[in-house]
C-alpha cells in the first residue's frame, strides 16, 4: 500500500471514527467498546425509504469498527485485526456515501417540487359553450387518415389573445392578413384558430354513450372541461380497460378542449375523399352510422413531416426537437400511456416567438391508457391489437409471440419510434420505410446508418440508445431526455467524474433553477424543455444519464487515442 493510499484511508478513518460517535458521552463509547449494540439515530426530515440503511449500516459500521479495537487492545492477530479495520472502515464510507446521496437526493427532490406545481397552462379558459357541431364556423379540411377527417374551424371561444406567430388567437373582424408560407398557413390559422376532427363510425352504434365508449381513446388528452357534465359520468371502458379521466396538460401533448357527439354533417371534400364512411342518408351506399364523435383541439400549421420536407433543421435546433419529442412520451408514460402510433405524420407543429418548432403528440386512437400505469398488454391471442404503425413498431412489440401468461412491455415502445423519428428530423431517411428499409423484428445495431456528422456525438449516443433491440438495455425516455438535457445545458458540470463531479451537478441544478425562476414563465420552447426537466428531477434517473454521458465520452476518447 502506497503512502499516499494509507494516509488517505487513515483520514477517512478518522472521519469515520468521529462521525461514528467516538466524541459523544463516555456511556456510549464503553458500550461500543463493549459491543454491545447502540442503534443510530437517523435524521429528522429523512424519507423513511433512507432511514433504515442509515441506521443498518451506521450500527454496522460501529460494531465491526469495536470489534477491530477489542482485537487490537486483547492482542489479536495483525491479520484477523487488519480485516475488521478495513471492512469497518469500508463500511463507514459506504455510509458516508449514501449521507452524499441523500443530500443530494433532497436537493433534486425539492427543485421537482418547486417546478412541477407550475402546471403548464392551456390557452383556453372555462367556457360553457361549444358543446355542439352549431358552434362552429367549418373551413376546408386540413388532414385525413384511417379513422378521421379534420378542419379547420373557428368559434366565438374565449381565447386569450397571443401576438405569437402562428398561435392560438380571438378571431376578430379587423386582423390583418400576416405571412403566408407553403406549410406554415399563418392567414388561415388567424381566421381559422380551430381544429375539428370528425371520426369516422363505422360499428360504433348512433347512442352517444356506445360511441363515447368505443372512441375512449380518443378522449385521453381531453381537458377537464371537454365533456359536457353528464358525459363525466360514463365509465369509459375501451378495448383495454378503464383509462384515466384526462391526461394532464403538457406543451408536447396535444390538448382536446371539447369533445361530443353529433349527427354527421355533409362537410366539404366528403363525397370525393371519403364517400364509404358517410351515412346512408348522405350516401347510399355509405356504411356509416348517423351520429359520430367530434373532437375541438387547436390549428396547427401542419404536421413535423410537412415541415420536414421545407425545411432542414440545425444541429440545436434538431436536438431539441427530438427533446421535445422525449418529454411528450415521458409524460404520457407517467401518466399510464402509450401512443403505439407515434410517427412523423402524429406529430403536430408550431413556430414559437422565437421561430423554433414547437411539436405535440397527437392522434390517440391507437393508444394504451391504463389506470395501473404498467403498460403491459395480455397478448394470449393474435387477434389482440398490438398497435398502429407497423414499420415502426419497436422489436418487442415486433416479435411477441401470443401465449398464456405473455404480456407485451410498451414501457420503452414509444422512446424506441422516437430514434426511428429522429432520422428524418436530422435530414436523413428514416432507415424503417420503403422496400428496402429495416426490420424491427430482425435489423441489427451495426446495421443503422450514421447521422449526419454535424449532429453532436451525444444526441448521436442518444439516437442509438433509444433504437437498442433489448428493451432492457434501451434507456427509458426520461433518461435519454435527461442526457439531452445534460449535453445542451451542463457540460461544465460534467466536467469531473465521480462524487466531485456530482457534487458540481446539483450545484448547477440549483444555479439552473435559479436561473429558470428569475426568467419568469417564458413560453418558448427551451423555457418549456427547461421547466420539465426541473419539473422530473430524480436522482435514480440523473445519476444512470451522467454513466451514459460518462461512458460514451469515454469510449470516443478511448477511439481517438487508438487511432
Known amino acids: 500500500m502506497s503512502v499516499r493510499h494509507a494516509v488517505s484511508r487513515g483520514l477517512e478513518w478518522g472521519r469515520s471514527v468521529y462521525r461514528l460517535g467516538l466524541l459523544k458521552p463516555v456511556v456510549r463509547i464503553a458500550a461500543r467498546f463493549r459491543g454491545e449494540r447502540v442503534p443510530a439515530r437517523p435524521q429528522a426530515g429523512l424519507p423513511s425509504r433512507y432511514r433504515y440503511f442509515r441506521t443498518t449500516l451506521s450500527g454496522l459500521a460501529a460494531q465491526v469498527q469495536s470489534g477491530g479495537f477489542r482485537r487490537f487492545s486483547a492482542g489479536g492477530s495483525p491479520r484477523n485485526r487488519a480485516v475488521f479495520l478495513a471492512f469497518g472502515l469500508g463500511v463507514g464510507l459506504i455510509e458516508q456515501r449514501l449521507e452524499e446521496d441523500r443530500s443530494h437526493a433532497a436537493t433534486c427532490q425539492g427543485i421537482q417540487e418547486l417546478f412541477s406545481k407550475k402546471r403548464f397552462q392551456s390557452p383556453l379558459k372555462p367556457l360553457t359553450s361549444g358543446y355542439r357541431f352549431e358552434d362552429y364556423s367549418i373551413g376546408k379540411q386540413i388532414g385525413k387518415g384511417s379513422n378521421a377527417a379534420v378542419y379547420e374551424a373557428a368559434a366565438p371561444l374565449a381565447f386569450s389573445k397571443k401576438t405569437d406567430t402562428c398561435s392560438v388567437v380571438e378571431v376578430t373582424e379587423d386582423e390583418g392578413e400576416g405571412e403566408t408560407s407553403p406549410y406554415l398557413r399563418c392567414c388561415s390559422l388567424r381566421n381559422f ?281 434501451r434507456p427509458s425516455a426520461r433518461v435519454a431526455a435527461n442526457i439531452l438535457h445534460l449535453s445542451l445545458w451542463g457540460k461544465k458540470a460534467l466536467a469531473n467524474q465521480g462524487s466531485a463531479g456530482m457534487r458540481e451537478l446539483v450545484d448547477w441544478l440549483l444555479c439552473q433553477s435559479a436561473m429558470v425562476l428569475l426568467r419568469g414563465c417564458g413560453n418558448t420552447v427551451e423555457a418549456e424543455l427547461q421547466r420539465c426537466f426541473l419539473a422530473h428531477l430524480e436522482l435514480e434517473d440523473l445519476h444512470t444519464s451522467v454513466g451514459f454521458l460518462l461512458f460514451g465520452r469515454e469510449q470516443r476518447q478511448a477511439c481517438i487515442l487508438s487511432t
Open 193 to 473: 384558430p380551430l381544429a375539428v376532427k370528425m371520426m369516422w363510425n363505422i360499428g360504433a352504434g348512433s347512442s352517444s354513450d356506445s360511441i363515447l365508449r368505443s372512441m375512449s381513446q380518443e378522449l385521453v388528452p381531453a381537458g377537464p372541461h371537454a365533456l359536457k357534465q353528464e358525459n363525466k359520468q360514463l365509465t369509459l371502458d375501451g378495448h383495454f380497460g378503464v383509462l384515466p379521466r384526462t391526461v394532464p396538460a403538457h406543451p408536447n401533448v396535444i390538448r382536446v378542449y371539447r369533445a361530443f357527439t353529433a349527427e354527421v354533417p355533409l362537410l366539404p371534400g366528403a363525397q370525393e375523399e371519403y364517400p364509404a364512411v358517410l351515412p346512408a342518408r348522405l350516401n347510399p351506399d355509405g356504411i356509416g352510422y348517423n351520429r359520430t364523435l367530434f373532437l375541438v383541439m387547436k390549428n396547427y400549421p401542419c404536421t413535423l413531416r410537412q415541415y420536414l420536407e421545407g425545411n432542414t433543421p440545425g444541429w440545436r435546433q434538431g436536438t431539441l426537437m427530438l427533446l421535445q419529442l422525449l418529454e411528450g412520451v415521458d409524460h404520457l408514460c407517467r401518466q399510464g400511456v402509450a401512443h403505439r402510433d407515434l410517427k412523423s405524420d402524429n406529430v403536430l407543429l408550431e413556430l414559437d416567438s422565437d421561430r423554433s418548432p414547437r411539436l405535440v403528440i397527437s392522434d390517440f386512437g391507437c393508444c394504451l391508457a391504463q389506470s395501473d400505469g404498467s403498460l403491459q398488454l395480455p397478448f394470449n391471442s393474435v387477434w389482440v391489437n398490438r398497435g398502429g404503425n407497423a414499420c415502426l413498431m419497436a422489436p418487442e412489440v415486433a416479435t411477441a409471440v401470443p401465449g398464456q401468461d405473455v404480456f407485451i412491455d410498451y414501457s420503452k415502445a414509444d422512446a424506441w419510434a422516437v430514434g426511428t423519428i429522429s432520422y428524418e428530423i436530422f435530414g436523413e431517411a428514416n432507415p424503417f420505410y420503403g422496400a428496402q428499409g429495416l426490420e424491427s423484428r430482425s435489423f441489427q445495431e451495426k446495421q443503422l446508418p450514421r447521422l449526419p456528422a454535424a449532429v453532436p456525438a451525444d444526441v448521436q449516443m442518444v439516437v442509438r440508445l433509444l433504437l437498442r433491440t433489448n428493451s432492457e438495455k
